[in-house]
């Protein structure tokens, strides 16, 4: 037998969109119905993200840097690897994280219903149950369906020595040889985690850099240090084909650098597909595009007025940050408030060893679009916590306008650029100039301090660095 509920609010998908999408919507008096077809809310996010990716990118990075204390007159031996237990300790931040959040959906009476969803008017939708559907009548839905990993027609995706970045955060084994095709920003921390566990890790990538759409300067200084780590790194290469054998996954490589070879795994971190397609939106009016974007305003309103879409399913970097905010201007839309979508920045920050930050203006896209900007460049070898940590790779980066002298952007590399480059995104968000950031005291000595010196850079008030 079917069931109908009726709500104001009704929430597709419960990733860090919808779930902040229906907790604020709860929060300003809505009652609010959250539709999720896994048995744990947080999405690509908490499950199979952020969340797990870092926790092994934490034991990556310490397992790089034990090894730096050598110059200290520390050495230690081989490290003993036990991964059903870094698996568990992976799942035990996992599972704090979306239990807490079943926790504060309960609390604010947010009604959760398991299942896939899929519109069937524009103010209906239907739960698939093991019982019979589930409908829900609503005045207002949020769309919050997400993404999911891209793959390659006519690859051996099924065979499990082919990974997605789901199949790699479970670390079934630590392959001895591990090809990953893309070198944008998960494929390059999934590197950083096998590399440290161990494999020989390879990565190929059709661009001419890796991380596209990073700051050249940035990719270098990270360069440097994986190509004294990592096996061979191709660039502006394809994978030709790709096919499972008994000795391994053998690749065919076509572009600058040919070959062939045999893996013993592959990841395949190509990109991410939003899942547009995959909620019958057509039944609602709702314009999907052909990739499975779904388009919205500033206010995040389809073309369907009382239907919204947040997060990676409207296009734009696909990052939880982003679809947070988006999260909220909606719900307080629907909930009548003035609200809009309307960053000056969206930060990106790729956590690998080293880390890569950037937002705002990248001085490859302004020299591209032949925008004017002075730069102030800071490199970390002059910095003496950067030294006293053994990592003089790092670099930060500010670009000004030179008439304002306001920030525009600001990439910085090196560990804990993630951490970092906050402070940068305030700057722009608040209008600040080069002597705002540059007279500010900053803390000696840190890494932060390297922000103040590169705006004292720009300004020339210091120019001599050693
Ligand atoms: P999602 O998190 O994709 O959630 C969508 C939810 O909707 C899913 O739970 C899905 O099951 C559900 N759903 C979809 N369709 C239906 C349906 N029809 N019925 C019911 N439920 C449905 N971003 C960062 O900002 N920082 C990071 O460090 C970072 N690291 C990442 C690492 C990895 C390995 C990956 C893969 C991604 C990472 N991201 C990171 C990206 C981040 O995970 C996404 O941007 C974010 O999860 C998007 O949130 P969302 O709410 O739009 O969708």
Redesign the pocket.
Known sequence: ASQEIVTEVVV???????YTAAFRAADLGKKVVL????DTL????L????IP??ALLHTAAILEEVKTLGTMGVTFGEPTIDLDKMRAGKEQVVAKLTGGLAAMAKQRRVEVIQ????FEAPNRIA?AQPGGPVRILFDHCII????A?MKIPGFPHDDPRVMD?TDA?EIADIPERLLIVGGGI?GL??ASVYSALGSTVEVVEMKDQLMPGADIDLVRALEKVIKKRYGTIRLETKVAQMSATAEGIKVVFEGKKPGEEIYDKVLVAIG?RP?GK??NAEAAGVKVDQHGFIKVDAHMRTNVPNIFA????VGGP??????THEAKVAAEVIAGMPALFDPMTIPS?A?TDPEVAWMGLTETDAKAKGIAYEKGVFPWAASGRALGIHRDEGLTKLLFDPETKRILGAGIVGPNAGELIGEAVLALEMGADMEDIGLTIHPHPTLNETIGLAAEMAHGSITDLL
């Open positions: 597709l998908g419960a990733g860090p969109g919808g539709i999720e077809r896994y947080g999405g690509v996010c499950n199979v993200g952020c990716s870092k299942g896939t969803g899929r739960v919050a369906c997400g993404s990993p970045s955060l998960i921390e999934m991410r899942n995959l909620v947040i997060g990676d399913v696909m990052l939880a940050h982003k679809a920050v956590y």
